[in-house]
C-alpha cells in the first residue's frame, strides 16, 4: 500500500513525500506538464510507475490484535441499546395493528404497554437480585429483620448483611485494579462484644474508606446494570462481506476437503442469494455457529456414542466422594452406584448379581450434525422465523434495526454475520471491523 504523508496521522512510515508535479501528468510530451520545470525544452519527467520509491518497515504479528480489536467474546449475555429501544417504542403507532410471529394482532398501545411491562419485570428480578446479594435472608430466600422476622423487600427494617456486602464489592474489585487500602477496609474481621458475643463487620465503614466515591461508583454501576439495564441473549458480532460467499463451498480446515456428512449442502444457503426483505418481511443473515451455541445457553443437545456395531454405548455411574473422586473398595476397584427399587431395597438380577445404574455416553454434535439438526427443526434455513434484532450503535433511525433470520451458520470462525449486498448501502456499512449488535430470542431444550 502506498502511503501517502497528508493522509497518515503519525507520518509516513519512511515513505518518501509524495509530489505529483515530480512525474508526468499525461502522456502526450509535448505537454509542458511533461517536462521538468514545466518547460518544454527540458527532460521529460518520469512516469509515477517506473519510478516511485517507498520505504517498507518490518511489522511483529504478536501486535496485530493490539491495532486490530477483533477478539472473539465469550459473553453470551449483552446489553441492549438504549438508542436501538427509544426508537422502536417512538415508532409504534397506537392505532396501528401489529402481527405477532404466533399469529395474534396487538395495536401499537398494547405492544407498547407489553415491552414496558416486561422491562418492568426484568427491572423487579434485577431489584430481588441486588436485595439478596447484599441483605440479610432466612433460609428460605425470605428478608428479615434484626429480630429475625420476615420482611417485605420494601421494608426499610431489612438488615445489610455486610459479609454478603463485602463478599460482592470484593468480587466487583477484581477487574477494577483497586489498591491494597480499599481491599483491607472490605475485609470482614471478628469482634468481641462486651457481653462476650462475636460481631463481624467490615474493617472499615464505607465512608470511612479512602477514594469512597469510586467504591460508589463500582456499586451504582453494579446495581444499574440488574435494575435499569436490559440484559438479552446476545454479542457484538463483525460483518462480513456477502462478496465471493454466495455460491461457494464450505471447506473444513482439519481434512482440507468439503464437508460431507449425509444431507448436508457443502455450500452457504444453498448457494442463494441473502434476501434484504424475504417472504415474512425480515432479512435473511449467515452466522458464526458460536452465536447459535449462546442462542441455547450452551445447552444443545448432545448425540449418543456408538460402538464398532452401532450400539449404544452405555457407562456404570461411580459412587462418589465429597470431593467429587470416585470410591474404590480395598481392593481398588471402582465401587458404583446399586439401583434400588421402589422400597429403597437394593437391586440384583436373577443370579444375585448387583444391578448398577447406569447412563448412555454423549459428545457434542459435529458441526454437520448441528446444522441439520437445526435446519429440520426449523431454527434455521428457509423455514425459520426472525429469532435475532440486529442493530448498528450509533442506531440513527430504523434503518439501523432489523430483524434477522439465520438460514444458515458458518463453521470455525468466531463472531462474525454475513448479511444481504444491500445492507451495505443502508446502514453505511465499509467492512473496516463493522459490528453489529446482536440480540436474540433464548431457546430452552428439553430432553
Known amino acids: 500500500m502506498l502511503m501517502v504523508d497528508s493522509a497518515v496521522k503519525l507520518g509516513g512510515q519512511y515513505s518518501k513525500g509524495i509530489s505529483w508535479d515530480e512525474f508526468m501528468q499525461s502522456e502526450d510530451e509535448s505537454d509542458p506538464r511533461n517536462h521538468v520545470g514545466n ?66 394482532v ?9 415491552i414496558m411491562n416486561t422491562i418492568n419485570t426484568m427491572s423487579d428480578r434485577g431489584l430481588n437480585n441486588i436485595m439478596k446479594r447484599f441483605f ?75 477514594n469512597s466515591n469510586w467504591l460508589e461508583s463500582v456499586l451504582i454501576s453494579s446495581i444499574n446494570k440488574k435494575v435499569i439495564d436490559i440484559e438479552t441473549p446476545g454479542a457484538a458480532f463483525i460483518q462480513r462481506s456477502v462478496w465471493a460467499m454466495e455460491g461457494s463451498a464450505l471447506f473444513e480446515r482439519s481434512k482440507g476437503n468439503i464437508l460431507s456428512d449425509e444431507n448436508l449442502s457443502p455450500k452457504i444457503n444453498n448457494g442463494e442469494r441473502l434476501q434484504m426483505i424475504n417472504e415474512e418481511g425480515s432479512m435473511d443473515c449467515v452466522i458464526s455457529v458460536d452465536f447459535f451455541k449462546k442462542m441455547f445457553g450452551g445447552e444443545l443437545p448432545k448425540v449418543p456414542v456408538k460402538d464398532k456395531n452401532r450400539n449404544v454405548v452405555w457407562d456404570l455411574i461411580p459412587q462418589l466422594d465429597k470431593n467429587g473422586n470416585a470410591k474404590r473398595d480395598e ?51 428457509k423455514g425459520a422465523t426472525a429469532s435475532i434484532i440486529g442493530y448498528r450503535i450509533p442506531t440513527q433511525a430504523e434503518s439501523s434495526i432489523h430483524a434477522l433470520r439465520i438460514v444458515d451458520i458458518l463453521p470455525v470462525v468466531n463472531d462474525t454475520i454475513i448479511l444481504p449486498a444491500e445492507f451495505t448501502k443502508i446502514t453505511g456499512s465499509d467492512y473496516d471491523i463493522d459490528k453489529l449488535f446482536l440480540s436474540s430470542v433464548l431457546y430452552k431444550v428439553h430432553r
Open 331 to 381: 481392593n481398588g476397584k471402582i465401587m458404583y452406584v446399586q439401583r434400588r427399587d421402589e422400597n429403597g431395597k437394593p437391586m440384583v438380577d436373577d443370579k444375585g448379581n448387583p444391578i448398577y445404574k447406569r447412563r448412555m455416553r454423549t459428545r457434542e454434535m459435529t458441526f454437520g450434525e448441528l446444522r441439520n439438526w437445526a435446519l429440520k427443526r426449523n431454527i434455521i434455513g
Open 136 to 210: 440479610k435472608t432466612d433460609s428460605n430466600g425470605n428478608f428479615i429483620d434484626s429480630r429475625g422476622n420476615v420482611v417485605d423487600i420494601d421494608s426499610g427494617e431489612k438488615v445489610l448483611d455486610e459479609a454478603k456486602f463485602s463478599r460482592e464489592m470484593l468480587k466487583m474489585m477484581q477487574s477494577k485494579d483497586p489498591d491494597k487500602n480499599i481491599l483491607d477496609a472490605l475485609e470482614i474481621v471478628e469482634e468481641k462484644d462486651d457481653d462476650g458475643s462475636v460481631r463481624k463487620h467490615m474493617r472499615l465503614p464505607l465512608n470511612a474508606i479512602s
Open 39 to 104: 518547460d518544454i525544452n527540458n527532460p521529460l519527467k518520469p512516469a509515477f510507475d517506473e519510478s516511485f520509491e517507498f520505504g517498507t518497515y518490518e511489522q511483529n504479528f504478536m501486535y496485530l490484535r493490539k491495532q486490530l480489536n477483533t477478539d472473539p467474546t465469550e459473553d453470551s449475555m449483552m446489553d441492549m441499546g438504549t438508542q436501538m429501544t427509544k426508537i422502536v417504542m417512538t415508532n409504534l403507532l397506537d392505532g396501528r395493528e401489529y402481527y405477532l410471529q404466533d399469529g395474534s
Open 106 to 114: 396487538l395495536n401499537g398501545m398494547e405492544l407498547r404497554n407489553d
